[in-house]
């Protein structure tokens, strides 16, 4: 029986114009009333989560890619990168050509160019920037409470980008905008979706059993496993949705609302 759901957001709840349909938000709204717990589950820092969406009724955020989790307003962890390993990191972003953004417990922060080259990813993607407030910084080595980043435009691809960061950082394909070999999100080794999961449900008193997650990305993959009731939208890719129990439509096609009616979890 299930009893919380976690959603992603960029690609499950809104698609790359930053576009919630009617359909999906009287979902959220129907699936609530009948009292399954919400949880939202984004490699999005907290800060860069749309406002229309925290506004929807959720119990819980997970964000930075499973490093950050609230409920019902309160921080039930967080988990920051050292700055010797954050260092070491853009170190070898650096080294490979890399534009980056950080994300931690004050927002986004990158440098200039940084800044300047994921603009022009957006625009040449038909995204809306105006939920991506950056911070400009001269050195993004300074900054503290870090607890993940993005990069793009490396001269090596994910695998081999994977094979040459620090050992206590984990790199897995871009999950937004632009997915493509170059382009990769960094955390820390451990630190995922499904991890934070298991801390929240554990907190709860909730079974793995009685979890649903619904995502398209590749950093939605581990929680795709880990739940009880799992669904890959129709816009994900075939390696995501071969690890799901179930397929709905595209985010375009109202995929979530689709889902719940699959599971009989609203009328």
């Known amino acids: ?29 129907e699936v609530k009333k009948k009292g ?8 999005r820092a907290l800060d860069t989560i749309p406002s229309f969406l925290k506004e929807l009724p959720f119990d819980g955020i997970i964000a930075s890619a499973g490093a950050h989790a609230v409920w019902k307003g309160q921080i039930l962890f967080r988990d920051q990168m050292s700055q ?3 260092s070491r990191t853009i170190d070898v972003l650096e080294a490979h050509h890399a534009h980056y953004i950080l994300d931690g417990r004050n927002g986004k922060f990158a440098n200039e160019e940084s800044i300047n080259q994921f603009r022009t990813l957006l625009s040449d993607k038909g995204i809306d920037d105006s939920d991506f407030a950056i911070q400009k910084v001269e050195d993004p080595r300074t900054i503290e409470g870090v607890e993940s980043g993005m990069y ?15 050992e206590g950082i984990q790199i897995t394909p871009m999950s937004f ?9 960094f955390t820390q080794k451990g630190i995922h979706k499904a991890s ?72």
Not at 36 to 43: D, P, V
Not at 155 to 165: P, R, T
Not at 205 to 217: H, L, P, S, T
């Open 196 to 267: 934070a999961i298991l801390k929240v449900i554990t907190h709860l008193g909730i079974q793995q059993d009685e979890v649903m997650a619904i995502g398209d990305g590749p950093n939605d993959r581990e929680m795709l496993m880990f739940a009880g009731t799992s669904v890959a939208m129709g816009n994900a890719e075939q390696e995501t949705k071969k690890l799901a129990s179930y397929v709905t439509q595209s985010v375009d096609q109202d995929g979530v609302y689709h889902a719940f009616k699959a599971f009989n979890l609203i009328d």
């Open 152 to 166: 793009y435009h490396a001269d090596i691809d994910v695998k081999s980008m994977g094979m040459a960061v620090p």
């Open 84 to 86: 010797d390993l954050l």
């Open 36 to 43: 399954y717990l919400l949880s939202i589950c984004t490699g």
């Open 177 to 185: 905008a632009d997915r493509n070999q170059f382009n990769g999100e």
């Open 1 to 29: 029986m299930i009893k919380i759901i976690f959603l992603d957001i960029d690609g499950t709840l809104i698609n790359y114009k930053q576009e919630i349909s009617n359909r999906t938000i009287e979902a959220i709204h």
